[in-house]
């Protein structure tokens, strides 16, 4: 089963990856730790946040989130500066309350600086709101179902996994270029037949 891990595998990883370099003058497989710690975490945290009746909050996020589709496909023409300043829009919400705890668990694990693991959060951010936006959109999901995006997003569930998957795999020349499913399902069942997802058996972001 896939997860938003499988977006390291992806041209939009790493674009990601190297745009957190270039801020952060950390080395890639630092990055990419970080990042393989943090998109879940925040997945989780936003499962708590329904849990804490914060769902109308999070379903409107989602639906108000910019030109999701239109913002991946030109992600690497962005410059950092630009996307951290998206990121930085969403920090009332979603680096609210308890988001210092996945922040100094990060930075603990890591050996990171707070500043550098804070940057690649601002950048992480608006792509990780763009798949789950463009994920709601394309299958119409009701706020009472977000639950289960978020458990497809990471590796529990099934249910959109293909969906996700569509939104950030692609095979492009130009790697930026997010394919319609149709495009790709012959890819994706490559990956999503060999392996389970590693997070399987996550359950919430505490």
């Given at each position: 089963?896939?997860?938003?891990?499988?977006?390291f595998?992806?041209?939009?990883?790493?674009?990601?990856?190297?745009k957190?370099?270039?801020?952060?003058g950390?080395?890639?497989?630092?990055?990419?730790?970080?990042l393989?710690?943090?998109?879940?975490?925040?997945?989780?945290?936003?499962?708590?946040?329904?849990?804490?009746?914060?769902?109308?909050s999070?379903n409107?996020?989602?639906?108000?989130?910019p030109v999701?589709?239109e913002?991946?496909?030109?992600l690497?023409?962005?410059?950092s500066?630009e996307?951290?300043?998206?990121g930085?829009?969403?920090e009332?919400?979603i680096?609210?309350?308890n988001f210092?705890?996945?922040?100094?668990?990060?930075?603990?694990?890591t050996?990171?600086?707070?500043e550098?693991?804070?940057?690649?959060?601002?950048?992480?951010?608006?792509?990780?709101?763009?798949?789950?936006?463009?994920a709601?959109?394309?299958?119409?999901?009701?706020k009472?179902?977000?639950?289960?995006l978020?458990d497809?997003?990471?590796?529990?569930?099934?249910?959109?996994?293909?969906?996700?998957?569509?939104?950030?795999?692609?095979?492009?020349?130009?790697?930026?270029?997010?394919?319609?499913?149709?495009?790709?399902?012959?890819?994706?069942q490559?990956?999503?037949?060999?392996k389970?997802?590693?997070?399987?058996?996550?359950?919430?972001?505490?």
């Open positions: 089963m896939a997860s938003i891990l499988d977006l595998k992806t041209s939009i990883g790493k674009i990601l990856i190297k957190s370099e270039e801020v952060t950390e080395q890639e497989n630092k990055i990419s730790t970080i393989s710690m943090l998109l879940p975490l925040t997945l989780g945290k936003f499962k708590n946040d329904i849990i804490e009746d914060h769902r109308d999070l409107e996020m989602l639906i108000q989130a999701p589709r913002f991946l496909q030109s690497h023409e962005k410059s500066k996307i951290i300043a998206c930085k829009e969403y009332e919400f680096l609210g309350k210092d705890k996945i922040s100094e668990t990060i930075v603990n694990a050996e990171t600086s707070l550098n693991v804070e940057k690649i959060t601002d950048l992480a951010i608006p792509v990780l709101v763009a798949i789950l936006s463009i709601k959109t394309r299958n119409n999901i009701p009472y179902e977000l639950e289960i978020l497809s997003a990471l590796g529990i569930s099934s249910k959109y996994s293909n969906s996700l998957n569509s939104i950030i795999f692609s095979h492009n020349t130009d790697p930026n270029i997010i394919k319609d499913p149709s495009e790709i399902v012959v890819t994706q490559k990956y999503t037949s060999k389970e997802s590693i997070l399987k058996g996550f359950t919430s972001g505490k």
